[in-house]
């Protein structure tokens, strides 16, 4: 789909596309009323904006439609994104199942992490330093990596740089 494409869907329709972008209901109901946008670089600027200004509540919305790091995905986005967790060793596997339940008992949501291009060692590595962080500052920290993987499927989205 084209940024055109996208200011001409119904704003029900729009925001159920960007929706697959960010899972909080919210953000995408803002983001479809917002448009038309200029460019590629305004609708970045607007999603980034419109995350920050959301609530808690908002983003663990949009956290709760992530799958758990090295767990199989429906989402075809989400499977991508994890590609380096596909196939780990089973000791990784079950390092990895063992932290994803410890770090939701400590922080009440999925671990979330731009896992894109990252083997499962290092996510694993990640998972681990960050059980470390108090559980206002690691919100912050996971809103940081949705804000990011949030750009990554606007440019899904969009097809930036082929079609736009």
């Not at 509540?57 to 499977?79: L, N, Y």
Request: net charge neutral; charged share 30%.
């Amino acid at each position: 789909m084209t940024l055109a494409e996208l200011h001409a869907m119904a704003p029900t329709d729009a925001a159920s596309e960007l929706w697959r972008c960010c899972s909080s209901a919210r953000w995408a109901a803002t983001m479809s009323a917002l448009r038309p946008f200029r460019n590629e670089a305004e609708l970045f600027q607007a999603a980034e904006s419109v995350w920050w200004e959301l609530s808690s509540p908002d983003w663990m919305e949009a956290f709760s439609h992530h799958p758990r790091i090295g767990e199989r995905s429906k989402d075809a986005w989400a499977s991508q994104e994890q590609s380096g967790a596909k196939d780990p060793s089973q000791r990784i596997k079950d390092e990895l199942a063992k932290w994803n339940a410890e770090y939701e008992r400590r922080f009440g949501f999925v671990f979330l992490i731009c896992a894109t291009g990252k083997p499962a060692g290092e996510m694993l590595a990640q998972m681990e330093r960050r059980m470390h962080n108090e559980p206002a500052a690691e919100l912050k920290v996971a809103a940081r990596e949705q804000a990011k993987i949030t750009r990554l499927r606007l440019t899904k989205l969009l097809e930036l740089g082929t079609r736009n």
